[in-house]
């Protein structure tokens, strides 16, 4: 069973941030993020439009903390270990919807 990605679902914009501001987080180039975005799933493109990356998923990721990423990606947002980074991000801590359906919003 392939699992559901979760990546920025449900999305909120408060979330996401461009490709230019992550790569000056991150200290790479641009293209690094887009690369990091399909491999590492921290972004996605949102209605064909540019790719939006999630900052409290970068910050997983740079920290290194692949449980978190985990969790992240299978849709927990209510979690202590998930929660930290919204926390972080400074960026509104989403809930988990209780209808999987309802993670598809765009």
């Known amino acids: 069973m392939i699992e559901e990605d979760h990546v920025l679902r449900p999305f909120d914009a408060s979330e ?4 230019s501001i992550a790569a000056t987080i991150a ?3 641009p293209r690094t993020i887009q690369h990091w ?3 590492y799933r921290i972004g996605r ?10 900052r409290p998923a970068l910050q997983m990721l740079l ?3 692949g449980e978190a990423l985990r ?6 947002r209510t979690s202590e270990r998930v929660r930290q980074y919204f926390r972080r991000a400074q960026t509104k801590t989403p809930q ?11």
Request: glycine letters at 10%; a negative charge; aromatic letters at 4%.
């Open 37 to 39: 975005c399909v491999v």
């Open 27 to 29: 200290g790479v180039k």
């Open 96 to 106: 988990s919807p209780q209808n999987p359906q309802a993670l598809h919003g765009d």
């Open 45 to 54: 493109r949102i209605a064909n439009g540019p790719w939006r990356v999630s």
């Open 63 to 65: 920290d290194d903390d």
């Open 71 to 76: 969790l992240y990606h299978a849709g927990d």
């Open 16 to 19: 996401t941030i461009p490709v």
